[in-house]
Structure formats: structure tokens, C-alpha cells
């Protein structure tokens, strides 16, 4: 137990105002919180949904909430259900056996709600486009308020793609 | 303790011995040159096909993949087997309209779900002439997007294929079911409640121990391998970058490595040992995450706020160096894209010796602290003899004392120049697995300052010259998973008309429903996380 105080006291807190581009990403996050004000009240509630992403877009949305990036401090939260979120985060090009699946999920979120297609796959079908696997753009299966493109966007992105479907509200 | 190891893997016969024993029981082989790369091929007749595999799994050979290729009218089936030093190919065909095999499912349980999604994609039927063997019959891959009587990777398909509009859910799929009083079933996904990858779990409980799991994939089914049909092998290696995002260094690198022995490209050494480099900073940065995950699936976010810390000043140096937070395509036909500066070997051998200095602090406490451990101790079991039996791979089957290792035992450029250690445990419980993985860090931080210190001068790519002639290759990596298997076939024109790229996960997934029995339902999630069989890797 000491072992475990002493090394969080030495580590410190690892917040920081972010370190690539600071100053634009400290605003984003900020203008985020203003925005979420203005829409949802004082938080908002995000639950993400895979539709056949290759999972590297999953990672970088555990790197938003590590202790550097710590996305929870601008009042964005990761939500276990759909029921309870204000906005959707889909990944990947909707794969046909997902299509109902994220249907489902969209309905099931309440309004007013937004949704955000993270990475290149989600944009535009990346590199997998349209198939008899897959649907290609999460547009092509529900509406989409601001798309995030990188494969996979970094976490600055991330923040910065939110905050653009927040303006547009 | 190494008793106990080297009744596994090490006594498997070699390739060579194993292609004796087959001739000597009755399966008659020929030699086959066509596919290139370090693996020997032999072809069988195709009604031999389910004797082949007896003979092998009473040898401790080792079930790695199947894999079929339409070059009408016939299917060319070809199924991996793992010896001590290295692969064995049996290829045989059958006729692309009615063909069947016999199934090497009874012998080698790791075959069910290959051969099953094998009949999905090129309507090849397996069955058994063992009279108490039940097969499987349902569809493994198929959803809903195509019918039973249409299968993707017959030439004949159109990549377009013939959707609906809307695809239907997938409700008709029948699981085992359970009975008995106070037995209940608990359906998990597609979607679930963390931020993960999309699939089905079937669990069968009662009161809160899990009585079985049965998982139903294929979700993120996105058509990969009929998407890489046409492509050149520069189109290739992004799509096998995004086969599995997390394992994006290897799959790339095995799909490259499988176009280079097809085509004889010969990579220059310095490329090789950047591969390597980033290979093992991708197995690094999985590790990391995944330990703190683990930790944190009990309770525990201490470890998930200092290992998220390291793994993001890790990915931070990748993207200073390679441009990229997961060193996505700097794999490339031929080579890499980007070179080290003498500058960035200090940086990145700081970063090492740094990392070396926070495990050495970091490690002990977790492994010795006794609320944490005493959760993962004795929690999700995969004991050695269902390892074997089942064929696991990768941190999953060594954490449980079967230490299959390609770096160690088949060693490709640069692994062939050095040691490699692998290390293991006889415990099989997730403390075990994870513990496995703390250890495969320092494996890797010593491989990556034997690289660096020993980078070798001269170009880190040299040009993919256009082939003469169609081809075939096969690629075999290590990846943080396990073995990864890609098999690249091109055409004369050097447009790729066959690839195949195998994730460990298809044989690590069985792993999870095997350890799962009796485990508490909370702590389901941490099983999985300990095993953390890739979603997207499978369903390709």
C-alpha cells in the first residue's frame, strides 16, 4: 500500500495543458466545455460503437481518457449504454453485420443527440469502401453530424472533430 | 518447471521428420515448390486429408491455419502445421462445385471454426468418417449479408456483391443451449459496454458462476481478403496494416514478408532490423496497455493511470520517430519507409533505458501486491494440457507452460542473429498471462538495444521489382498475439489474386471458452482482457 502512495505522490499529476500545438488544443478543449454547456447542460455522455473498425481508432479513444489527455476534465464522459448518451462515436466502415446493430444503437439513443463518424473508414470507407462486407461511411447507414478523419486520428483530433459537431448544434 | 515445457513444443518432430512420418503411415507425399518462403510444402490426396492430421497431432505437431485459393475449377486447400523448427504446408484440391474434404477437426480441435468458415467462402464441405464424431455444421463467418449457397472468395463472386439495402440482424444463429434448474443465459454484444471491438457472447450461468461462454463473431466481417484481390503489393501492405490495428507493424510485415519470398525480393539488412525495432515497440505498447487494463478490470486504476502513462510516452516516441503513434505503414514491399537518425537511436535508447527504470519499480509491486493478485491468482485457468490440445498461441499458451515462440524457433532476419528468451508459466491463470507479458517486455527492450546498437549501414529498402510470372509466398511473424501466417499469391502481373493473412486470435479465441468455466461473471471481463483475442484480426 505505501509502495503504491508513494510512487502516485512521486508521479505527480500527469494532466497537462497538451504538449503538440498547446495552446490550440487547451482552446479546444475549453470551447468544447462552452459548447457542451450550451447544448446538453453541463456534461455530455458518449458511447462509442465499433461497426467494424480495425480497432486502432478504439485505442486512441482509451489514449483521450489517460492521464495526459484526461477528456472527462472538458465534461466529455464514455457511457456503457446508448441510453445513456448524448453522442454517438462510430468507428470503421459500417461491415453489413453491423448495419442493424448501429441502427439499433442510434435509435436507442435519446434526443437531441449527436453523432461523430471517427477515422478515415467512418469519413469516407477508408480503405475498404463499399463491398458485400461493407456499407462504406457510417452516413450511408445513419446521419452524421462532423466526421474526424485520420487513420486513426490522433487524440488531439479527436478532441478538435468534437468540438466542430458541438458548433454545428 | 522445464520438465514440464519441454514435453510440449520441443518434442514435436521437425518438418522433415514429419514429412517421413507421413510417408510412413500411409500418407504419401510429393513435394511442392511453388510457394515460396520458409516453410516446406508437400501435396496430399485430398482424401488423405483428415488421416494427414492424425498422424501429425500424435506427434505433438501443432494445427496453425487452413486457407483455400479458387484457380477454377479447382480449390487449392493448404493447412499450416507447426513442427520444432518451423512450418509444414499439406496442400491438396478439390472441385470449386461440390467439393469436400475430410475434416481434421477430430484430431485437431483448433480446425472447427477454420474449416467451417472455409465452407463460407468457398463452399468446400468437410465431413468425418469417425463414427463418434459430431461436426459442426453451422456457417462460422456468415451473417446475414449473403446467402448459404453464395460464397465470397470463389472468383466468380463480384466484390459488389448483391446486398440488401438494409442487411438483416443476425437472430437465427442457434447456441448450445443449457438446461437445468436455475441455469440462465446471458447474451452479450454485439454492441458492449466498454470501448471495444463488436461480437457476440452466448454465456450459460448459473447463480454467478459461468457454466460456458459460447462466442458468435464475424460482425466486423469487412471482406478483406476479396478486397485485396487486384490490389498491387504496395495496396496490399495498407490494407494488412489495418487487418488488426494493434497489431499493425506485424500484419504489415507478414503480408510483406510473404510478397518478398514470392516475388525474391531481397530486403537490405538495415530495413530487416527496423522491422524488428518496430515489431517489438509494438509488442511493448500492447503489453503496457493491456497489463494496466487488467489491473484495472479488478479494481485496480492504479496500475491502468501509470501503464496508460507509459504506453502514451511510448506511442509519443513512435510518432517522433516514425511519424506515427502505431507506426502504421512504415512497413513497405521491399523495406521500410523510414530510417533512424543517429539522433533518434539516442532518443529511443533513453526511452528504453527510461522504461526499463519504471518496470523495474512498477513490475515487483503489482506481482507482489496481495489484494491485486490475489484476484488474479487462480482466476480463468487455461491449464497446459488444454493449451496443447487446443492449440493456443502467443503470452496464452506460454502463461500456461506451451512456449511457441517463431523468433526462438524459426527464426527469420534479423531474429536469426540473436537470442531470443521466452518466457513462461506453469500457473495458466490471468496473474500468469499477465505476468508473462511484464516479462515479454524486458525480452523485447533487450532485442530493441541489440538492434539499435548494432543497426546496420546501407539503403532500408530496396525497389519491388514487377514479377515475371504468377506467384505465391507465405510470411510468417511473431506478433504480440502469437504467430501470424500470410499467404500472398500475385499474378503475372503482379496484382495480387490470393491473400490470406491468419491472426493468432483464431487460435486463441477457443482459449477464452475453454478457461471460462466456472469463473465468477464479474470477472468475465477480465478473462477476456487477459486473453484479448482481436475481433477485427478474426473476422477479417
Not at chain 2, 152 to 178: H, I, N, Q, W
Not at chain 2, 268 to 296: S, V, Y
Request: hydrophobic share 40%; charged share 25%.
Amino acid at each position: 500500500m505505501f509502495d503504491v502512495l508513494r510512487k502516485s505522490l512521486k508521479t505527480g499529476c500527469l494532466t497537462e495543458k497538451l504538449p503538440v500545438r498547446d495552446e490550440a488544443v487547451s482552446k479546444a478543449g475549453t470551447a468544447c466545455q462552452k459548447e457542451i454547456a450550451r447544448v446538453f447542460g453541463k456534461s455530455m455522455a458518449v458511447r462509442m460503437v465499433d461497426a467494424g473498425s480495425c480497432n486502432g481508432c478504439e485505442l486512441e479513444m482509451h489514449a483521450v481518457n489517460n492521464g495526459f489527455y484526461d477528456i472527462e476534465r472538458f465534461g466529455i464522459h464514455f457511457v456503457a449504454s446508448p441510453r445513456h448518451a448524448d453522442m454517438l462515436l462510430v468507428t470503421g466502415p459500417v461491415s453489413r453485420h453491423m448495419q442493424a446493430a448501429l441502427k439499433r444503437t442510434y435509435d436507442a439513443t435519446p434526443s437531441p443527440k449527436l453523432v461523430i463518424a471517427m477515422g478515415d473508414c467512418a469519413a469516407c470507407g477508408g480503405e475498404f469502401g463499399v463491398s458485400y462486407a461493407s456499407c462504406g461511411a457510417v452516413s450511408n447507414v445513419i446521419p452524421v453530424d462532423a466526421v474526424v478523419p485520420g487513420c486513426p486520428p490522433t487524440p488531439l483530433q479527436l478532441l478538435e472533430g468534437i468540438l466542430t459537431a458541438l458548433r454545428r448544434r | 518447471m522445464n520438465k514440464i515445457v519441454n514435453q510440449g513444443q520441443l518434442e514435436a518432430p521437425t518438418v522433415d521428420a514429419l514429412v517421413d512420418l507421413l510417408n510412413r503411415s500411409g500418407v504419401p507425399t510429393t513435394d511442392v515448390t511453388e510457394i515460396k518462403g520458409r516453410a516446406r510444402t508437400v501435396a496430399i490426396e485430398s482424401k488423405l486429408w483428415g488421416k494427414a492430421a492424425a498422424v501429425a497431432s500424435r506427434h505433438h505437431v501443432r494445427w496453425s491455419a487452413v486457407w483455400g485459393e479458387h484457380r477454377p475449377p479447382e480449390i487449392y486447400v493448404t493447412a499450416a502445421l507447426a513442427g520444432v523448427n518451423g512450418h509444414l504446408l499439406l496442400r491438396t484440391t478439390v472441385p470449386d462445385v461440390g467439393g469436400e474434404l475430410p475434416s481434421q477437426t477430430p484430431y485437431y480441435p483448433a480446425a472447427n471454426r477454420p474449416e467451417r468458415y472455409l465452407h463460407d467462402m468457398f463452399g468446400v464441405r468437410r465431413f468425418t468418417d469417425q463414427p463418434d464424431v459430431f461436426l459442426d455444421e453451422r456457417r462460422w463467418m456468415r451473417h446475414q449479408a449473403w446467402k448459404a449457397d453464395q460464397h465470397p472468395l470463389l472468383k466468380s463472386f463480384p466484390v459488389a456483391g448483391k446486398p440488401l439495402d438494409e442487411t438483416p440482424p443476425d437472430c437465427e444463429y442457434v447456441f448450445v443451449p443449457a438446461e437445468g434448474e436455475g441455469v440462465y443465459e446471458i447474451p452479450v454484444g454485439p454492441v458492449h459496454a466498454g470501448i471495444i471491438e463488436p461480437g457476440h457472447f452466448r454465456f450459460n450461468a448459473m447463480g454467478e458462476d459461468i457454466l460456458s461462454l459460447e462466442q458468435h463473431l464475424g460482425y466486423v466481417h469487412k471482406g478483406i481478403e476479396k478486397l485485396a484481390e487486384g490490389r498491387d503489393v504496395h495496396g496490399l501492405a495498407r490494407l494488412a496494416a489495418r487487418v488488426s490495428g494493434d497489431s499493425t507493424v506485424a500484419h504489415s510485415w507478414a503480408a510483406c514478408q510473404a510478397c518478398e519470398n514470392a516475388a525474391d525480393v531481397t530486403v537490405p539488412k538495415r530495413g530487416l532490423a527496423i522491422r524488428a525495432i518496430l515489431a517489438e515497440r509494438e509488442r511493448i505498447a500492447n503489453h503496457l496497455g493491456d497489463i494496466g487494463a487488467c489491473c484495472n478490470d479488478v479494481g485496480f486504476p492504479f496500475a491502468l493511470v501509470q501503464f496508460g502513462r507509459l504506453r502514451e510516452l511510448w506511442q509519443r516516441q513512435n510518432a517522433t520517430v516514425f511519424g506515427h503513434r502505431f507506426m502504421m505503414d512504415v512497413v513497405t514491399p521491399g523495406g521500410v519507409t523510414r530510417d533512424i537518425s543517429p539522433e533518434h537511436v539516442t532518443l529511443l535508447r533513453d526511452g528504453i533505458a527510461q522504461l526499463r527504470r519504471e518496470l523495474d519499480e512498477l513490475l515487483p509491486l503489482l506481482f507482489e501486491y496481495p489484494s491485486l493478485q490475489d484476484r488474479l491468482r487462480t482466476t480463468g485457468i487455461l491449464s497446459l494440457e488444454t493449451a496443447r490440445r487446443i492449440g493456443a498461441v502467443g503470452y496464452v499458451a506460454r502463461a500456461s507452460g506451451e512456449c511457441w515462440d517463431l523468433r526462438r524457433d524459426a527464426p527469420y532476419a534479423p531474429y536469426d542473429k540473436v537470442t531470443v528468451k521466452v518466457p513462461h508459466s506453469v500457473e495458466g491463470d490471468v496473474a500468469g498471462r499477465v505476468h508473462v507479458r511484464g516479462e515479454e517486455i524486458y525480452v523485447s527492450l533487450d532485442l530493441l538495444d541489440s538492434f539499435l546498437l548494432q543497426l546496420p549501414t546501407g539503403a532500408i529498402k530496396t525497389d519491388f521489382h514487377p514479377v515475371k510470372a504468377a506467384c505465391s509466398g507465405i510470411g510468417l511473424v511473431e506478433g504480440w498475439r502469437g504467430e501470424i501466417v500470410s499467404y500472398v499469391a500475385l499474378d503475372a502481373h503482379g496484382k495480387v489474386s490470393r491473400y490470406f493473412p491468419r491472426d493468432p486470435s483464431w487460435l486463441t479465441w477457443p482459449a477464452l471458452e475453454a478457461l471460462i468455466g466456472g469463473v465468477i461473471v464479474p470477472d468475465f471481463p477480465l478473462c477476456n482482457k487477459s486473453v484479448n483475442g482481436s475481433y477485427s484480426g478474426h473476422d477479417l
